[in-house]
């Protein structure tokens, strides 16, 4: 089969088309005004311009005017409901300590802390198009992407390549190298790196597909970003899997700018494994749970061969990721001849679990996923995809590529981009487009030597903000 059986023949959203007047604020403000979404900006904490500029701690809404903020796609904002979340699981901790673990209590919008991780993933498979039972909320991005490599990169002397992305994140980078090393090969025989042709910066499926089929014979995981933070690239989540999987290659997916940003359907696409983190898109806070998908054919459990004898696919065991009935019984052993475990996994991805997750993580991440649920991820990209055509739109209106002092290296077609733009600027400019994005209180950010990143988040930026940014951006950019 050639890779043209595979590729896409026509992009599924259709670019918007602006009118005339697009570049007045009237029409930014027309936009807003026909936002469906635009009730969710209320539902965030949109940093004043008072307390961006102090190097004080302050309290936020003491000053009326707002920063602009366009940094989603590094950390979102706060959510209004994080407080409440906070102050419940703090107000458990302190009325009725360890019984948190096991108690449900009324008026509180939080779960006994045992069922915190599944309350929170009950809301998060909508967010990637999974079964419950396929989603967990637990660890960090890179630390579950370990786990997750410990239990499906089973290298042989034939197969022992992993694909990744040329400009990886540096987290992936260093987890796939150090995984190989593990297992006592040469990462420089064992890594193989898919980049786009020289000159450019976004990677075809076409080419993809071709480096998959290159490398076929010796690939054991293919893991790529679903989109590529520097550029912002939306990669073919479906195409590339499929393709993968039908060379025997184990697909894994790092979600960490997809997540909260793009719809996605995990399940439906046959995706092995997937890790993701929720401080960006999905605004649970800096550093917050992160999560993982599991395929729901890698976490069956089969008791087929007795009850003492459960036959599941191998992973790195913690307490957690143990039956919830027995876990805390502590019989975790019997004497044969020797010692050995009574591990019994939960089915699904549950039973990757390691360790008691965070209280205070889960109440922090279940108060951002309240929001989510009042919306869906169709409309959330609905938005998102038109207010990104807008931030394109107004960037290159009035420009030629002659004229034009930047390059937005992120896909022109909306199926193949999330909500940010990387705008490559001519060498020497980003000091001064940087402060005067700094003075106007606009919040994005850059990429040495010559990148900035534009994120217009659809829960809480509008349309006017987009406009405003396009005046101080093209402004700095205006010869001296």
Request: proline fraction near 6%; hydrophobic fraction near 40%; include cysteine.
């Amino acid at each position: 089969m050639t890779n043209s059986n595979y590729l896409n023949p026509a992009s599924k959203l259709a670019k918007p088309v602006f009118p005339s007047h697009a570049g007045t604020v009237g029409y930014a403000k027309l936009l807003d005004s026909e936002d469906a979404l635009s009730s969710l900006r209320e539902k965030f904490i949109i940093p004043s311009v008072a307390n961006v500029r102090s190097k004080k701690l302050a309290k936020p809404g003491l000053s009326p005017e707002s920063c602009l903020y366009f940094c989603g796609n590094s950390l979102g904002l706060q959510p209004k409901a994080t407080s409440k979340y906070l102050e419940a699981q703090l107000d458990t901790w302190s009325s009725i300590g360890v019984m948190g673990h096991f108690t449900d209590l009324e008026d509180s919008p939080l779960k006994q802390w045992q069922l915190l991780a599944e309350q929170a993933s009950e809301q998060m498979c909508k967010i990637v198009g999974a079964s419950p039972e396929e989603v967990i909320a637990m660890g960090t991005l890179t630390m579950n992407l370990h786990l997750l490599l410990a239990s499906f990169y089973k290298p042989s002397e034939k197969k022992h390549r992993i694909l990744l992305d040329w400009k990886a994140f540096p987290s992936d980078h260093y987890a796939i190298e150090s995984q190989i090393a593990w297992h006592g090969l040469d990462p420089k025989n064992s890594m193989v790196f898919l980049g786009p042709d020289d000159g450019e910066f976004v990677i075809s499926t076409s080419k993809i597909l071709a480096t998959i089929d290159e490398h076929a014979d010796e690939t054991a995981v293919l893991l790529l970003p679903g989109i590529q933070y520097y550029t912002g690239q939306l990669f073919d989540i479906p195409t590339i899997t499929e393709y993968a999987r039908a060379r025997n290659i184990i697909v894994g997916w790092d979600l960490a700018h997809a997540y909260a940003n793009v719809e996605l359907k995990l399940h439906d696409w046959n995706v092995d494994f997937a890790a993701w983190c929720t401080y960006k898109y999905g605004n649970a806070g800096p550093g917050s749970m992160g999560g993982l998908f599991v395929h729901e054919k890698h976490g069956e459990v089969d008791y087929s061969h007795g009850e003492d004898s459960p036959q599941y696919r191998h992973r790195l065991t913690g307490w957690y990721g143990g039956d919830r009935a027995v876990r805390f019984k502590m019989d975790n052993r019997k004497l044969i001849v020797w010692c050995q475990t009574e591990f019994r996994p939960i089915p699904g991805a549950g039973g990757f679990q390691v360790s008691n997750p965070s209280a205070v993580d889960l109440a922090s991440l279940c108060a951002a996923l309240s929001v989510f649920s009042e919306t869906s991820m169709a409309e959330i990209r609905k938005k998102s995809v038109l207010m990104t055509a807008y931030l394109e739109h107004l960037l290159l209106d009035g420009t030629t590529d002659e004229t034009r002092q930047f390059r937005i290296i992120t896909p022109a077609d909306p199926m193949a981009r999330g909500a940010q733009l990387s705008l490559l600027l001519k060498p020497g400019l980003l000091p001064k487009v940087s402060k005067a994005l700094q003075d106007a209180c606009i919040i994005c950010d850059k990429r040495e030597p010559d990148v900035i990143r534009v994120a217009p988040a659809p829960l809480y930026n509008s349309f006017t903000e987009v406009w405003s940014f396009c005046q101080v951006f093209k402004q700095a950019l205006e010869v001296e």
